[in-house]
């Protein structure tokens, strides 16, 4: 297992855990961000952050604090 | 005759505010829901029967009914029959992006089990054709139990079909019953304490049992649905606070989940996307393998390392030279056309105080409120334009790391940048920031930047005491706007360390695929909320106005009246016919006189001498007080102030004659007043004070309370003051 903001541009991997607290998750596990789902990263921002991922075919950015805290296989 | 009520809902992005053009024709009444300022969009359908009229109301885009703003809010309440402003649906059509089928099934799914009379419509088949998805709608109708219309709502496709329906069923109200239905295999022990729930809320709630089950399925998930705050009308008669019984109740049954090992919190999401997998797999059939789309090769670009910061670049600068130079020429039309009516007006009235407040109060008045127009319109069709081409969320995804670092959102730099502009187009445009806290942050922190008001300022006090040469007079003016710059990032740095701490929101940011902007709609868009802007700002900006225009004025006194009238008749009685160059002068001269000699005896002028001991720290005299007095309607206004009080005569087109006179202006030890350390100061001052009625009350307007724009001109005044403070006295102990 290793964070999501390890993973380079144009690589896939399955979410295995969220270690963001539950009470401030709910947001991306209603977005369609839940263990088993199955993503790409696609890029980082030109400034570095954040990090613009693909899942259930649409396109999410998030930034690098809490994808370091999603943790994919 | 009852109306027949449609509500349009749906995610974000999914086409809905297209498809609700078309229905109703670009006729729609748009206005804001009451107390919040989330926009509230309404229309009759177009080619309804006259016996059996439709409206369709809009409801802001919604990801899920756990609402994370108050646009979310306002549409959860809404389908759950909390506003009372709005009746019960009649029929609740929900919009569903083809090409995304999970995550808006996740909605759809989410309303389909209110129970309310419901239709999907499947907008945008053509995307997920071309990215080889064919959906098979009636298999998915039969799966979700209501009735799917596809539809590519951008090209008119479908729209016949589901304006039929709606016809049909304006014909037949109540004729529809929905049986009720989940999309969640709950856990058992999940599903049991939701049964129990769901008796609770019908005995409490009998007129809304309806939506018991989904109501007790969001209580027992959702954190934050127990907690009633002011923004909802959870608290009005329609809706009612949840008693403290049943708080009790979905407290302890999430007490026994929690220690059966049950996640309430992400038991039915998990549950709900696990089935939407499944119907998606069924109504889905793969015809060719995804390529690379479009949309991907333009982000590429638009993205880019290189590419993507100089074309944003180049987009931000388009947009703020339009807002900045393009406007000026509608502006002064309107400045030109405002003072011709105002001479007009005045020439054809007995002169008097009834002359001068209409001609000088309300005419004025008014032409300070319609002044922003030009550059509200040019913001609001860039930010149209950008928001519905989807540049808008590449924008907050570029500059979200800069922004991030004072503790604010990537979509908080649009706002910022327009303030250089003018504060009120920026405050109104904060309305695409979803949190609160970022919000208000951006709302505070905005009239910092250096607007367009504060050039004919920062022009006249240059030239009058700043050397002119070595470039100091452009090195002036950039320091004026980068100290702006800190100020704003500064304070939004401060503000968010401490009035407005609380949980750090998480950008989740979607970025949806680009798509063609709908001219027509983004120009109607344009206009309505220019118009808010006109109807809401400008009563409070005309009264102000009207108010400084009375402390300018009064009180009259007849011996300076008498004096005047002497003076004159003496010139008249004097001048040779035609009168010499010289003549004409001191005539102009007797004019300045008197409008300055007035300026000095009415209230403001009193004003301006009570608070000279304010101003005396800052090396400041009364005169100048009697300019930030009266300038406190807008900054520009300083400088005609200045003008009548040296006598330089009030049109303040004048800056050369009066950077002359303010030149030679000396203090009564004989040093000159405006040296340069007396006109940085002074634009150090205006950099910070609010000075801006206007914004005051668009800040009232948008934060819906008096408490903001308040503490907002308190801060400011204050922060103004301190470093005027600082300057004056550093630079006199430097020997400035």
């Known amino acids: 297992m290793r964070p999501l903001s390890s993973l380079t541009p144009g690589e896939r991997a399955v979410v295995a855990r969220i270690d963001i607290p539950p009470d401030q998750r709910g947001r991306l596990l209603e977005m369609g961000l839940l263990p088993g789902t199955s993503l790409e990263l696609v890029r980082f921002a030109p400034l570095g952050d954040p990090v613009e991922i693909k899942l259930r075919n649409y396109h999410l950015s998030l930034r690098k604090l809490e994808a370091d805290k999603i943790l994919v296989r | 005759m009852k109306t027949f009520t449609v509500v349009l809902t749906g995610n974000p992005n999914c086409g809905k505010t297209t498809l609700f053009n078309a229905l109703t024709g670009l006729r729609a009444r748009v206005g804001n829901y009451a107390g919040v300022t989330v926009e509230r969009k309404e229309g009759a359908l177009t080619g309804a029967e006259a016996l059996h009229p439709v409206t369709v109301l809009d409801l802001p885009g919604t990801y899920s009914l756990s609402p994370q703003s108050p646009d979310e809010q306002i549409a959860r309440d809404i389908l759950f029959q909390r506003l009372p402003e709005v009746p019960a649906p009649d029929l609740v059509v929900v919009v569903a992006d083809a090409s995304n089928l999970q995550r808006n099934l996740y909605f759809a799914t989410q309303v389909i089990e209110l129970g309310h009379p419901t239709l999907l419509v499947l907008n945008m088949i053509d995307v997920a054709r071309e990215q080889g998805h064919e959906i098979d709608t009636e298999a998915l109708s039969k799966a979700l139990g209501v009735p799917v219309i596809p539809m590519v709502a951008s090209e008119g496709e479908g729209l016949d079909a589901l304006r039929q329906t709606l016809r049909t069923l304006a014909r037949t109200p109540g004729t529809r019953h929905v049986i009720p239905r989940e999309f969640n295999e709950l856990p058992e022990a999940f599903g049991r304490e939701a049964q129990a729930l769901e008796t609770a809320l019908e005995s409490h709630f009998p007129h809304r049992s309806r939506l018991a089950a989904a109501e007790a399925l ?253 470039g100091w007079p452009g090195l002036t003016l950039l320091m004026m706007y980068l100290l702006g ?206 000075q801006c009625v206007s914004t005051v009350a668009v800040v009232r307007r948008e934060t819906n309370s008096w408490k903001w724009p308040l503490f907002q001109t308190v801060y400011m005044t204050s922060l103004a003051w301190i470093l005027a403070f600082l300057t004056y006295q550093t630079g006199t102990r430097l020997g400035f």
């Not at chain 2, 010289?582 to 000699?597: F, R, S």
């Not at chain 2, 005396?616 to 005609?640: C, M, Q, Y």
């Open chain 2, 218 to 470: 969001l209580l027992l998930s959702d954190e934050r649905a127990l907690a009633t705050d002011k923004t909802s009308a959870e608290g009005t008669a329609a809706g009612g606070r949840y008693p403290q019984s049943l708080i009790d109740q979905v407290q302890a049954a999430r007490q026994r989940l929690e220690t059966a090992g049950v996640d309430w919190r992400s038991a039915a999401i998990e549950a709900r996307y696990a089935r939407l997998f499944a119907i998606e797999q069924h109504v889905t059939r793969e015809t060719a393998p995804p390529g690379e789309l479009l949309s991907d090769r333009i982000d590429r670009v638009v993205t880019h390392r290189v590419w993507g910061l100089l074309l944003f670049v180049a987009v931000m600068g388009l947009m703020f030279q339009s807002i900045f130079w393009l406007a000026k020429y509608p502006m002064d039309g309107i400045e030109a056309a405002v003072d011709a009516l105002a001479q007009w007006v005045g020439s054809s009235m007995p002169p008097g105080d009834l002359n001068d407040l209409i001609t000088r109060g309300a005419i004025a008045g008014v032409g300070s409120v319609v002044i922003f127009l030009p550059q509200i319109c040019l913001l609001f069709l860039f930010i149209g334009l950008l928001e519905d081409t989807g540049y808008m969320s590449r924008a907050a995804f570029l500059m979200d790391r800069l922004m991030s670092r004072v503790g604010l959102h990537g979509k908080s730099f649009i706002p910022m940048l327009s303030s250089f502009a003018c504060a009120i187009p920026g405050i109104m445009a904060t309305r695409t920031i979803e949190t609160r806290a970022d919000r208000l942050a951006t709302i505070l922190v905005a009239p910092l930047m250096s607007c367009s008001a504060r050039l004919p300022v920062y022009t006249v006090l240059i030239a009058a005491c700043i050397p002119q040469r070595n």
């Open chain 2, 485 to 690: 710059i800190a100020g704003a990032l500064g304070m939004a740095w401060i503000f968010k360390k401490t009035l407005l701490r609380g949980e750090p929101p998480m950008l989740i940011l979607e970025l949806p695929p680009y798509k063609r902007p709908m001219l027509g709609a983004v120009l109607r868009q344009m206009w309505d909320r220019s118009k808010l802007f006109l109807r809401r700002a400008g009563t409070v900006i005309l009264g102000i106005n009207i108010l400084l225009w009375f402390l300018a004025t009064y009180p009259r006194s007849s011996e300076l009246d008498e004096q005047f009238s002497q003076r004159r008749a003496q010139w008249k009685h004097s001048v040779s016919t035609p009168p010499t160059a010289a003549e004409t002068e001191a005539g102009l001269q007797l004019d300045h006189e008197e409008a300055g000699e007035k300026l000095r005896q009415s209230f403001a002028g009193r004003l301006g001498r009570a608070i000279e001991p304010v101003l005396k720290p800052l090396g400041f005299d009364w005169k100048i007080g009697i300019g930030i007095v009266t300038s406190f309607a807008a900054r520009e206004v300083f400088v005609s102030t200045l003008s009548v009080v040296y006598n330089v005569g009030g049109d303040g087109e004048n800056t050369a004659s009066l950077a002359e006179v303010m030149k030679s202006e000396r203090r009564s030890d004989g040093r000159a007043m405006y040296t340069p350390l007396t006109g940085v100061t002074l634009m150090v001052f205006y950099v910070f004070a609010m």
